[in-house]
């Protein structure tokens, strides 16, 4: 039986301007909880650790989820009326 070694570099969790777009999109889409978290590139702990430690990565959810309810009202609205 071999052995082998999985290199293991621990990722900083850190709420820069692509990753707060890629969550900003994700919920925008309609992804929410665990798949968010896959979806913008992240495992569902580190999303977690992230809310957690940074305020703006939960309102990027928060927003996105805004602007795409607020998206699909606009067609909703457009159909009823057409």
């Not at 692509?18 to 896959?38: N, P």
């Not at 990565?57 to 989820?65: V, Y």
Request: aromatic share 6%; proline share 5%.
């Amino acid at each position: 039986m071999t052995f082998y070694s999985l290199p293991h570099e621990p990722r900083r969790l850190q709420a820069t301007e692509a990753r707060l777009d890629a969550i900003y999109q994700a919920a925008r889409k309609g992804a929410r909880g665990d798949t968010l978290a896959l979806a913008s590139g992240m495992t569902p702990r580190e999303y977690r650790a992230l809310c957690e430690f940074d305020p703006l990565a939960a309102l990027a959810e928060e927003k996105g989820r805004a602007d795409g309810e607020m998206e699909m009202a606009e067609v909703l609205r457009a159909a009823a009326l057409g």
